[in-house]
């Protein structure tokens, strides 16, 4: 069984990644699609348009993280990402991998938590 981890898409592959899963919406700067070594780019599961202009707007990370989860409990596209995660973590690690500079406040630890509470 493998792990769920969350990392930035600027850090080195490894081969402890696993299944690396793309969780921005935008594609992120300078990453060619070689580089970023995706399995999958879950963008349609990514916060909306709204919500993330809304979040670089007032950096309130505990209202984001609210809203997020009540759009990732509406959202198809999650339920389609969880099964793909589900069927990786049977056999390999899965690494959602994300753009931001801050790596404690950003959507990938928001959905990785509603991922293993859904896994759990």
């Known amino acids: 069984m493998g792990v769920l981890q969350v990392k930035r898409i600027y850090l080195a592959p490894e081969e402890t990644d696993?299944?690396?899963?793309?969780v921005d919406k935008l594609w992120?700067?300078?990453?060619?699609?070689?580089?970023?070594?995706?399995?999958?780019w879950a963008k349609e599961a990514a916060p909306s348009n709204e919500l993330r202009k809304?979040?670089?707007?007032?950096?309130?990370?505990?209202?984001?993280r609210t809203a997020y989860l009540k759009e990732l409990d509406d959202n198809a596209?999650?339920?389609d990402l969880l099964a793909v995660v589900k069927q990786h973590l049977?056999?390999?690690?899965?690494?959602?991998?994300?753009?931001?500079?801050?790596?404690a406040h950003n959507n990938a630890p928001v959905l990785a938590a509603w991922l293993?509470?859904?896994l759990d």
């Open 18 to 22: 696993g299944c690396r899963i793309l």
């Open 28 to 40: 992120p700067r300078g990453i060619s699609k070689e580089k970023a070594m995706l399995f999958y």
């Open 54 to 64: 809304q979040f670089h707007a007032d950096h309130d990370f505990d209202a984001f």
């Open 77 to 79: 596209a999650a339920l």
């Open 90 to 103: 049977a056999n390999e690690n899965v690494t959602l991998v994300f753009g931001s500079k801050d790596e």
């Open 116 to 118: 293993q509470s859904k």
